[in-house]
């Protein structure tokens, strides 16, 4: 049996394909994670992994590239999920938009 991680936690999770998102974890059943208001994080400075990033966030905001949240996202094939602290939530929230 497949133990499922407790909702409504923010995290971040990593995929297999479609890369790092963080964001609501609104429900998981096996390998697909549902997050709602959810931020890609497609480039990230200042954390040397995902790990310390989950813990303190990223020490380069403005090197970043988090592009704008979305209200939901469909995740098939989640391969890590990390429970993201408080603080971190609040400097992943404050990183700019990345837009082109």
Sequence with gaps: ???QKQTKQYVIVRTYSAGVFAGTLES???KEVTLSNAR???YWSGASSLSQ???EG???PSDCKFPCEVSKVVLTEAIEILDVTPEAKKN???VPIWKQ
């Design 1 to 3: 049996m497949t133990k």
């Design 28 to 30: 998981q059943k096996g």
């Design 40 to 42: 890609r994080l497609w």
């Design 53 to 55: 990033l989950a813990m």
């Design 58 to 60: 990223v020490k380069n």
């Design 92 to 94: 992943i929230a404050e």
